[in-house]
């Protein structure tokens, strides 16, 4: 009945290794310490194996080839546990460190297969009795030596990282309780035919595995993890259920000032606003988040900090372009409101001294002639010219108020509703201080009409410029109408000039031209008068609504 029971533990404990084995690496992530730690489950295995046969064997050979078999697990369960534990806490042994380990191990095992010719692992092993050997003592030691040796790696991590009690005790219980029942075994204190510690050493496995998953302390990412934080701009912080600062990461102690170790408590009413400003002018924004278990009780947090100082001064300088931009639009508003009221305002005021430079000297041979004859009866002052040029003057100052009106409040709308046509005839039959003469080439359309207010503004400005500074007598206009282009042809004999300076008329003609896309060429020589040449496309013009 006994024998029954024991073979059922060792099946239970098969059982339970090869299902833990089976899940660490089909489930688990593939690292060095979920393979460390299935490499453990299979040494068990192979452990507990032969000695569910021990009961069955009558050979001595049979008997010693069953405990070849199971020493292949016992020698290396030791070194393999303390892998185990240096990868649990993320630090590595190194290979020579390794090449040592299993090596002594290996030695061991080997000292186990030549003890028929040196005795120094039995001292006697025979089917009714087994006695121990110097070597068998020390492959003993040096596994209990590799396993305490691990439980103390890992109570030093559990102790830095300030890790809960029960967790903690469950681990330390996974290994100590396979070497109390070895012990118990190999000083025949319980008197038993099979060895209880590879069952008991499962069950420590299964004790491994809660604390490790029910706590979710086996952080078997650890080492890609630790890089990732600590190589990231954003500060990392993390705490257990009692508080206290488990992680942070470089970023996250350089803002906080704060260490692993520390209460949290310190900075709960920082972080519980959603941003923080630092005394150096930083700007973080604060996420947390809370772990729950199934019951609703806290076991963790993270607070996760984002340096946001360059969004906002990316803002602030976006705001300062943006105010650039509006007041460079209200300049450049203000500066063709001007061109617009020099132009109109100058051509309509030059129009008007050249009326009255007229109506002057038309008054003065008036005089001469009533000195030469007497005045008629009843004369009437309607038919008098200075009266004439008195009404056109007055009509022309009432046109530039209008033009002025339109130069500021309808500017958007494109000009006059006039073709080219029109404006250049109308200009020129406002002018008569001057000779004009206009020519046509080709046929004015509704292709053109975009066109008339710069052609107006731009001939509008030639004729001012002609009375006012070349002293003109004598204007020539040529207008042509191409199927790709429109281009004004403007001759005057005035005095000319060597030097050609752009002020504000010609500098606005041209800036007219160039909004339309089109080109203006302006040509002089000294008492040679000025000729100014404009040519604006006509496929271009739908395209320059906003060109004022």
């Not at 029971?5 to 593939?30: F, N, Q």
């Not at 963790?300 to 372009?321: C, M, S």
């Not at 020519?439 to 001012?464: K, N």
């Amino acid at each position: 009945m006994a024998n029954l029971l024991l073979h059922i533990i060792y099946l239970c404990t098969i059982g339970m290794s090869l299902y833990t084995a089976c899940w660490l690496l089909l489930k688990g992530d593939r690292n060095g310490t979920t393979v460390s730690l299935a490499a453990c489950q299979i040494l068990i295995i192979i452990w507990c194996i032969p000695q569910m046969f021990l009961w069955t064997v009558t050979q001595v050979e049979i008997k010693y080839l069953t405990y070849g078999i199971s020493y292949v697990g016992i020698s290396f369960i030791g070194p393999a546990w303390l892998e185990f534990s240096f990868r649990y806490c993320a630090k590595q042994i190194g290979w020579p460190g390794r090449v040592l380990l299993f090596g002594i191990s290996a030695l061991n095992y080997a000292m186990f297969l030549c003890n028929d010719s040196l005795h120094l692992f039995y001292r006697e092993f025979t089917m009714e009795q087994v006695v121990y050997g110097p070597v068998f003592y020390f492959h003993m030691l040096y596994t209990y030596l590799c396993v305490i040796s691990g439980i103390a790696v890992v109570m030093s991590e559990f102790v830095r990282k300030r890790v809960t009690a029960l967790p903690l005790v469950l681990i330390s219980l996974s290994a100590a309780i396979p070497l109390a029942f070895n012990l118990l075994y190999l000083s025949r204190a319980v008197e038993s035919s099979f060895d209880l510690t590879p069952p008991v050493f499962s069950l420590s496995s299964l004790l491994m595995l809660l604390a490790v998953f029910r706590y979710d302390f086996l952080d078997i990412n650890a080492m890609a993890f630790g890089q990732i934080f600590a190589s990231i701009s954003e500060g990392v912080i993390i705490y257990n259920r009692r508080g206290r600062i488990t992680y942070c990461n470089q970023a996250a102690a350089r803002w906080m000032r704060i260490a692993e170790g520390d209460f949290f408590e310190t900075l709960k009413q920082q972080v519980a606003q959603p941003e923080l400003s630092l005394e150096d002018g930083t700007r973080l924004r604060v996420r947390q988040y809370i772990n729950q278990d199934r019951n609703g009780h806290r076991t963790a947090g993270t607070v996760i900090l984002t340096d946001v100082t360059e969004y906002y001064e990316l803002l602030r300088k976006n705001g300062e372009l943006e105010q650039f931009r509006m007041n460079l639009a209200v300049e450049q508003e203000r500066n063709r409101i001007a061109q617009e009221v020099h132009d109109t305002t100058g051509h309509t005021l030059t129009m008007i001294q050249s009326l009255l430079r007229l109506m002057r000297a038309e008054t003065e041979a008036a005089r001469e002639k009533m000195d030469e004859r007497p005045l008629p009866e009843n004369p009437q002052p309607s038919e008098s010219p200075m009266y004439q040029y008195l009404a056109q003057a007055q009509d022309l100052a009432a046109g530039g108020i209008r033009e002025l009106r339109c130069a500021i409040n309808e500017m958007r709308r494109g000009g006059s509703a006039m073709t080219v046509t029109q404006g250049i005839r109308q200009l020129a039959a406002g002018v008569h201080e001057m000779e004009m003469e206009v020519e046509i080439q080709g046929e004015d359309s509704e292709d053109y009409t975009s066109l008339a207010p710069v052609v107006y503004a731009c001939f509008r400005e030639a004729i001012t410029n002609a009375l006012k500074y070349a002293g003109a007598s004598r204007m020539d206009v040529i207008v042509k109408f191409d199927p790709a282009r429109l281009s004004l042809y403007i001759f005057d004999n005035g005095q000319g000039c060597a030097d050609i300076q752009e002020n504000n008329g010609l500098r606005g003609i041209r800036e007219r031209a160039l909004a339309f896309g089109g080109t203006v060429r302006v040509m002089s020589a000294e008492g040679e008068g000025f000729q100014i040449v404009l040519e604006l496309p006509v496929h271009d013009s739908c395209n320059s609504s906003d060109a004022p």
